[in-house]
């Protein structure tokens, strides 16, 4: 094991126990030191955080404004707080309390704070209010869903070109980033009639989506898909519905919703639009249907009507994202043929479904934002691929609530016949996974052997490109 390998065995997921075990042992040995505990144990702990950010272990945190301004606050009432046990108490180490009440200090800067903090809210909702307002000329388009809005934004905007659509940045889906996006985005002087707005959605409770709308105003919506993504943080499949159906209610009489027939919890929402409704899918009735659909080693393969469309874009399951791009562009003037046209080009978004070949091994990434639909498409995918050595590499599913372990096992039994090799970044849902998949699967760890060329990688789940790079010969 070499030099980093050794450190991150010493400061890796076992961290906080190695440093727990040395801090009692500490105690046992020098009592004295029981007063000083909350000081050591903060600063070891600090020092391993440091230490595992630097070695790109943990992710470095992401410095918003807010956070910012949190930590700038609770350092101070901290200054204060110390200087008053210090004048208060002719023992310095009562100051070491400072690191058993941090949590009612945090809470009590997010309580001072959040005045401030909703009135800069409300004031940067009104001004992208009054901007949107002043351009009446834009055609704008919002999409929303569990999974795949990313893939079906990239694929709009790439075939709206022409025209010079605005699409929100990645990672940009929440009612804050958009209005503060909107702000940068759009020019005081109008743009040309029907420029199109792309507007990704998300949304971490009911309401937010509504609230989106109403600064955006969209006269066009697209639902992609809904499934078990999410459903621990809006707690139901049901409230979940309501908070996505939010999209197609804003919609005017005059607007037009898309909606992928594929997905059967999608079916539900065409009675929540006042405005004409379209269907698109693989099977069944659907206002567009995709026929012969195959995977190729070039991307998808499948027929519209009597064009053959071919997409540089990997996984079946983008078929529906594909056809509900091509709907839309239908509505606002695009021919079909241009619309064929420009997916032949189309580069699918980073880490979305992404393949490319890296020291002789050919990877999957699906690490942007997977959901159970997306892992169960790239299982499938990898299935279909003529690669002797198959390995999968997992942080598992996030926010699925109690279809946690029911999701995770059904995974497992899918994955078993398909990967000789199973690496989780997660304990807990590999455990799950592990009863599906009928055989042990090993957690990501500095032991971990590098694959052989020629290999084939499928990473599903949120990780950083440096534990894929990890395992590559």
Not at 95 to 108: D, G, I, K, M, N
Not at 354 to 371: F, K, Y
Not at 386 to 412: A, C, F, M, N, Q
């Amino acid at each position: 094991m070499d030099r980093e390998g050794w450190i991150l065995a010493l400061f890796g997921g076992r961290a906080r126990l190695f440093a727990l075990a040395i801090l009692l042992s500490l105690l046992f040995l020098q009592p004295s030191l029981v007063i000083r505990f909350p000081l050591l144990a903060l600063g070891m702990f600090a020092a391993i955080a440091a230490l595992q950010i630097a070695l790109r272990k943990q992710r470095t945190p992401v410095w918003t404004s807010k956070a910012l301004a949190l930590t700038v606050t609770a350092l101070s009432m901290d200054g204060v707080l110390g200087i008053a046990l210090l004048l208060s108490s002719s023992d310095r180490t009562a100051v070491s309390v400072l690191t058993l009440v941090q949590p009612a200090v945090l809470a009590c800067a997010w309580l001072l704070l959040w005045p401030v903090d909703h009135f800069l809210k409300q004031r940067t909702f009104t001004r992208a209010r009054t901007l949107r307002e002043r351009h009446p000329e834009l055609l704008v388009i919002g999409i929303t869903g569990s999974v795949g809005k990313t893939t079906t934004k990239e694929l709009l905007a790439h075939i709206l070109v022409d025209r010079h659509p605005l699409a929100s940045p990645a990672h940009v889906n929440t009612e804050m980033g958009v209005a503060q996006w909107m702000q940068r985005a759009l020019a005081p002087s109008p743009l040309p009639k029907g420029t199109p707005l792309i507007v990704e959605m998300g949304a971490y409770r009911t309401g937010e989506i509504a609230n989106l709308c109403s600064i955006v105003k969209p006269s066009i919506g697209i639902v992609t898909y809904i499934g078990s993504q999410h459903l621990a943080l809006f707690g139901s499949q049901e409230t979940l519905l309501r908070a996505k159906g939010e999209l197609l209610q804003s919609l005017p009489p005059e607007g037009r919703a898309f909606l992928n027939g594929d997905c059967d919890l999608c079916h539900p929402m065409r009675t929540m639009a006042a405005c004409p409704v379209t269907v698109v899918g693989t099977g069944g009735a659907n206002d567009l249907e995709a026929f012969d659909i195959e995977e190729t080693t070039t991307g998808i393969r499948f027929r519209v009507g009597d064009v053959v469309c071919a997409v540089p874009l990997h996984g079946t399951h983008n078929v529906a994202n594909i056809l509900l791009a091509m709907a839309a562009a239908e509505h606002v003037g695009m021919p079909r043929n241009r619309i064929v046209e420009q997916l032949h080009t189309f580069r699918p978004p980073h880490r979305t479904f992404e393949l490319r070949r890296d020291h002789g091994v050919l990877i999957l990434d699906d690490t942007h934002n997977a959901s159970a639909a997306s892992f169960k498409a790239a299982i499938a995918w990898a299935e279909t691929q003529p690669y002797e050595h198959k390995v999968l590499l997992t942080s598992g599913i996030i926010e699925l609530g109690d279809e946690h372990e029911r999701t995770h096992r059904e995974l497992g039994a899918l994955a078993s016949d398909v990967f000789g090799n199973v690496l989780f970044l997660d304990r807990k849902s590999a455990r799950f996974f592990e009863e599906g998949y009928g055989q042990p699967v090993s957690l990501m760890g500095t032991d971990v052997a590098t694959l052989e060329s020629g290999s084939l990688l499928v990473c599903v789940g949120r990780m950083s490109p440096s534990l894929i790079r990890r395992l590559l010969p």
